[in-house]
């Protein structure tokens, strides 16, 4: 069964500092993975998502993750924080048809940026 | 541009009542879900749909039962609310690219059960 364990529930950085949050994924065939973004009291909106077309995915707001098929992982960083940032960052694989289309989350990153 | 919109997006209910958050979106999407979200737990999914007529249960189904008669809308029922029912409740919905495909998500309904 697939499955996505992201390290860290929260994570502090000052503002203009490099974002760092880290997702590992287990699954038997490399999965369609996805990072998703939740400000306070909102839905989730898409920030990026590898289908394996390139191994280095570039989202919205500057950030990107980048797919390593033999660390089974699929990190997400920006170079530069800023305070908008400040969110909850989830990291989410989704396999091919039937039950296995469905998105799995892993269980969150609170992301914290420091004047 | 409504997208997914869910209602209500705040209820209170007491331990036993039944109640129905509604679910609907205006891009003809296949694919529809309900996740639920608790402190430290992620989202979790409870439903999911792949077209009108076809339902199946996702890793938290129990006390919650869903139908899809079309393929715009998709109610989640609680049958006899308990405590442990308190949660965040999400709708989402796909096109017919998944797994490929973005998934996109409603404001959340808020949900407490006393």
């Known amino acids: 069964a697939q499955s996505v364990t992201q390290l860290g529930s929260h994570v502090s950085v000052s503002e203009g500092a490099l974002v760092l949050l880290r997702c590992n994924y287990s699954?038997?065939?490399?999965?369609?993975l996805f990072w998703y973004v939740q400000y306070p009291n909102q839905g989730l909106q898409l920030l990026l998502k590898?289908?394996?077309?390139?191994?280095l995915v570039k989202g919205i707001n500057g950030f990107e993750a980048e797919f390593k098929k033999s660390e089974t992982s699929f990190h997400l960083t920006k170079p530069s924080a800023h305070m908008s940032d400040a969110a909850e960052y989830f990291c989410?694989?989704?396999?091919?048809?039937?039950?296995?289309?469905?998105?799995?989350f892993g269980k969150g990153t609170k992301l914290s940026v420091k004047p | 541009n409504a997208g997914v919109t869910q209602t209500p997006k705040f209820q209170v209910l007491k331990t036993g009542q039944s109640m129905t958050l509604q679910c609907a979106q205006d891009?003809?999407?296949?694919?529809m879900s309900w996740y639920r979200q608790d402190p430290g737990m992620g989202l979790r999914l409870i439903h999911y749909?792949?077209?009108?007529?076809?339902?199946d249960q996702g890793e938290v189904p129990n006390g919650y039962n869903v139908s899809r008669s079309t393929t715009e809308d998709f109610p989640l029922r609680l049958l006899s609310a308990a405590p442990s029912q308190t949660s965040v409740y999400f709708c989402?919905?796909?096109?017919?690219?998944?797994?490929?495909?973005?998934?996109?998500f409603g404001e959340g309904s808020r949900l407490t059960v006393l």
């Open positions: 590898y289908t394996s077309a390139a191994t």
């Open positions: 989402a919905s796909s096109s017919r690219d998944y797994p490929t495909g973005e998934l996109f």
């Open positions: 989410a694989s989704r396999n091919y048809g039937g039950s296995q289309g469905n998105l799995i």
């Open positions: 891009m003809n999407h296949e694919y």
């Open positions: 749909s792949v077209g009108a007529g076809i339902t």
């Open positions: 699954s038997s065939v490399p999965p369609y």
